[in-house]
Every structure is written in structure tokens, then in C-alpha cells.
């Protein structure tokens, strides 16, 4: 029995070692895991609290590589399948002093885009909590959209509180109309969605923050969106009507973007899971995206519970939202 799970495709990363260097010349790179969802899973554990991980992984290296390392997390992984037929998806990762760094995917007909709704059909949800989804997995193949929908509907009728994240993969798509009929219609099964100031403008066609945030709480049975605005802060707005912009943390230099989002998404449903309020669990939310992108993996700058309250002290926060579980 976990509090939290997620679905999704991992994927391991190989992040280059050596600076604005171009993919093709990189000789030396760090073998880690990644994926959105798997981020978040490790994310949450990391923070005190249960978590599973569903997804599927192949017969191969790159696939015993991943279900050693999610064990060694302490994620469940009884619904971590294992396919002998396809392969495990990977990533290279160039390592940048500036800017956003290039990643070249190895993921198309991986083992995770061939899961189907019957792998997610018969899964234990007792005793979870909270769900997280995001719009990568339905972007793999047709099989595991209707994965990714089978999941969200089971969440809804279990009564677990859903969080989705568009996490726009415009390259992993066949056409752009695609991808933004997909990726609303899942967040209709979000009771909180996650978006871009900049996906929105893609989505909705508007980056204005209230704007986004009207076209989700009017989408489905959304009750709060929160909308990145990268470092300045997040924005957040509920069905009701209260809304507030939470400020972003200054860092004393950004290392790497990667995992920044995921790192958000751990800080609200970890802040949420323990009953904190929407401003409580958006400054937790900033605190770890702040925190990730000043590390090079998709994922190592997710903090402890210790670590969290190191941050807050640094930068004079205070601790009314963290609370050891």
C-alpha cells in the first residue's frame, strides 16, 4: 500500500561530463534515471513519503539498470513490468554553462510505449493518495494514450486526488493538433494541473496566466491550476475564485533545467499530501525546482526532509510548511 503513484516511461539518461561539448564529440557521460514520472516518484519518496511506480521497462542492461536503481529508492515497483520484446528507452544529455541543454532521444517503440490499458486495469489503489500523470506517456503510442486514459479514469473512480502535467513533447508527436486535443482532454481528469506559462500559450493559445487558468478550472472537474512561470514564481487560481502569485528563489546559478517542473510538481503534492495550504505547497514547489536546477541529473537536487529545511533557512523562509512524516 503506497500514499502516491504515478505512470509513466523511465528512461536512462546519459548526461555528458563534458561542457558545451555537442553530442557527437562527448567520449565521457554519467549514467542516471529519469523519465517526468519516475522523477516525481523519487521525488516524493525522497520527501518520507510511499510511492509507486507503474510503467514498463525491457529485457535488457538499460532495464536492470532502472529497476535497480527505483529498489534502491525504496519505490514500490510490483507493477514494473518487464517485456522481452522491446527495449528500454534512453536519452543523451549534452552538459551546458548556458541555456537549456540538447537531448537526443533513443525512445520511439520502447517497452513503456507498448503498455496498454489492461496493464493498468487491474492495479491495487488502495490506500493511495495522491495520482500524478503527465501528457508524455500518451505521446509514445496510441496504446499507451489509452493506458494513460484507463489510469486516469480508475483515479477518478477511486476518489484519489489527480495531478497532471501537460509536460509538452511537441517532437514525440504526429501533429501539433494532436498533441493539444490529447493532452486537454487528459487534464479533464485532473483535479490539479500543472502547465507552462509558455505551454499555455500553446494549449490555449494565450500566456497569460489567469487566462491558462480559467481555460483548465472550466476544462473538467479541475479545482486548482498552478502556472509555471519559470523563475519568477507560480501563479495559482482555484474554482472558486481566490487566486495568489507565489515569487520563484534566486540561485546563484542555474546548472541544468532538466527536472525543474517534475521538482515542482514533487513540492505540491508533497506539501498537499500533508494538508498545507495552496501558498504553503507552491513555495515548497518553487523551493525544489530552485533546487534542481542547480545540479546536472534529472533528478539529484530533490531534497530530504533535512535538506528542505536547510534550503528555507538560507533563504530565510520560513518552516511553517515542512513537517517530518
Known sequence: MTEFITLGEPLVVFCSTQADCSIEDVTNFNKVIGGAELNVAIGVQRLGHSSEYVSQVGADPQGEFIQKRIKASHIDVNNLKQSKKYFTGYQMKQLVT????????????????????????????????????????????????????????????????????????????????????????????????????NEGKILVGSDDPEKIADFYLNNGQTKIVFVKTGAKGVYFKTKMGNAAFVPGFNVKKVV??????????????????????????????????????????????????????????????????????
Open 98 to 197: 548556458n541555456g537549456d541543454p540538447y537531448v537526443f532521444n533513443f525512445r520511439k517503440n520502447s517497452a513503456a510505449s507498448h503498455l496498454t490499458p489492461k496493464d493498468v486495469s487491474s492495479i491495487d489503489l488502495k490506500g493511495v493518495k495522491f495520482a500524478h500523470l503527465t501528457g508524455i506517456l500518451a505521446a509514445t503510442s496510441e496504446k499507451a494514450k489509452k493506458a494513460s486514459e484507463t489510469f486516469a479514469r480508475r483515479i477518478n473512480e477511486a476518489n484519489i486526488i489527480l495531478t497532471f502535467d501537460p509536460n509538452l513533447r511537441p517532437a514525440m508527436w504526429p501533429d501539433k493538433e494532436k498533441m493539444i486535443t490529447t493532452i486537454n482532454y487528459l487534464a479533464k481528469y485532473a483535479d490539479i494541473v500543472l502547465p507552462g506559462q
Open 256 to 325: 541544468d533545467t532538466v527536472g525543474a517542473g517534475d521538482g515542482f510538481a514533487v513540492g505540491i503534492i508533497t506539501a498537499l499530501m500533508e494538508g498545507k495550504n495552496y501558498v504553503q505547497a507552491a513555495k515548497r514547489g518553487n523551493a525544489i525546482g530552485a533546487m534542481q536546477v542547480q545540479t546536472h541529473g534529472d533528478n539529484d537536487g530533490y531534497p530530504t526532509y533535512n535538506q528542505l529545511i536547510d534550503f528555507y533557512k538560507e533563504y530565510g523562509v520560513i518552516q511553517n510548511d515542512v513537517v517530518k512524516v
